[in-house]
């Protein structure tokens, strides 16, 4: 707290029991003060739910910055996953389908921006707080502030494409992941990158057609960017028409990271929902980007990521935090509505740890 120089004047001219009250409360103020910076990070309105009727959209601020965004409320149930064999430009690695169930979960409006991601990755909430003069710090702070945050980028990770309100783009999955950890401390909030089979169901929305909003790709103009219409760039955020259940740019702009190991016959020989990251390469990307033509930025197109991503990184080793050749590349989060045990969590965190 900053006392002005015109109390000591002010003081002075008060009586003795005047001034010890006037200590007195100042002492109350900078008391409070501090326990005001030891408190819980705000919870979200909304943001709480006991059941899946219960759940609502909602906006999370992360603490210490300017940088926020909202949660869109996914009804679980069931659907088929992958593409059926009569759809037009379909990949054998989008089949046989087959009918899953998914759980309900919240789902990041948009892919997640330069604006979120730059608060960890440079470490923006810390240098807030040392740089501001009494800046407030939560208890979650303290538990955020130890997960590990990227080394500084060689270059500018956005290659020109722009940042303010534009995907984050060029993290390594292990990148991503560690992300989701450290949103997860700092908020009080379990987030994590959606399972394939959670983006799929998500990027449907209900439908069953080779696009969120139908066969046609003359209406893909209408919902995402690609190579027809992108100049060659990644765009800003939300400004092309959402899917059926309010979430935007989920056919192209940029790839977006799943939790998945990526496996060309793991449909075929599935025998769970979920192929956990077990080894560095390849993982799964969903949604196709924006240099993409519009066949790879159909619901169940598959891609898989490969040491040429980092092809142009100078550093010996190669950094673990990023893809400088993945300029295509960024992701989202989601929140389960049941929050998994530590265990569970745990499992999530470390799947690969060993090879990043």
Same mark, same amino acid.
């Given at each position: 707290m900053?006392l ?20 007195a409360i100042?002492?109350?103020a ?7 910076a ?5 919870t ?16 999370e ?9 909202v949660?869109v ?10 593409s059926a ?15 899953l ?10 892919e ?13 909430d810390?240098?807030?707080r ?12 303290d538990?955020?502030?130890?997960v ?8 500018d990770m ?11 783009v060029?993290?390594t ?9 450290w949103l997860?401390?700092?908020?009080g909030?379990?987030?994590r990158?959606p399972t ?13 057609? @080779?696009? &969120?909003?139908?066969?046609? $790709?003359?209406? =893909?103009?209408?919902?995402a960017?690609f190579? #027809?219409?992108?100049?060659?760039k ?29 496996d060309e016959v793991?449909?075929k020989? @599935?025998? &769970?929902?979920f192929?956990? $990251?077990?080894? =560095?390469y390849p993982?799964?990307?969903?949604? #196709? ?11 169940a197109t598959r891609r898989?990521?490969n ?20 300029q295509?590349?960024?992701?989202r989060?989601?929140r389960?509505?049941?929050e ?11 799947a ?5």
């Open positions: 900053r002005s120089s015109k109390v000591v004047p002010v003081c002075s001219a008060l009586g003795k029991k005047s001034l010890v009250s006037l200590m100042l002492s109350f900078v008391i409070s003060h501090a326990n005001a030891e408190k819980h990070a705000p979200p309105a909304n943001s709480a739910a006991k059941n899946a009727a219960d759940m609502k959209k909602y906006e601020v992360i603490f210490g910055s300017d940088a926020k965004f949660m409320p996914i009804p679980g149930g069931k659907f088929m996953m992958g064999e009569k759809e037009d430009k379909r990949s054998a690695d989008e089949g046989p389908q087959r009918e169930t998914v759980e309900p979960f919240w789902m990041e409006e948009h997640t921006t330069w604006d979120e991601y730059q608060v960890y990755m440079y470490n923006l810390i240098q807030k040392e740089a501001v003069k009494d800046s407030p710090k939560s208890k979650e702070d538990v955020a502030d130890v590990s945050r990227p080394t500084k980028p060689y270059t956005s290659f020109g494409m722009g940042k303010e309100g534009c995907p984050a060029c993290m999955h292990y990148a991503a992941r560690t992300y989701c950890q997860s401390a700092k908020t909030r379990y987030y990158l394939e089979a959670e983006w799929e169901y998500a990027c449907r929305a209900g439908s069953k057609t @080779a696009y &969120s909003f139908g066969d046609d $790709p003359k209406q =893909l103009g209408d919902y960017w190579s #027809g219409n992108s100049k060659e990644y765009h800003p955020v939300m400004k092309k028409k959402p899917n059926a259940w309010g979430l935007y740019d989920m056919h192209g702009n940029v790839d977006e990271w799943v939790l998945d190991q990526y793991f449909y020989n @599935a025998k &769970s929902a192929n956990p $990251p077990l080894k =560095l993982h799964v990307v969903r949604g #196709g980007a924006y240099d993409d033509d519009p066949e790879a930025v159909r619901s898989g990521s040491k040429d991503w980092k092809q142009q990184d100078p550093q010996l080793p190669q950094s673990i935090w990023y893809h400088t050749d993945a295509f590349v960024g992701f989060v989601i389960p509505l049941v998994p045990s530590a265990a569970d969590k745990k499992k999530i965190w470390d690969g740890i060993e090879v990043h």
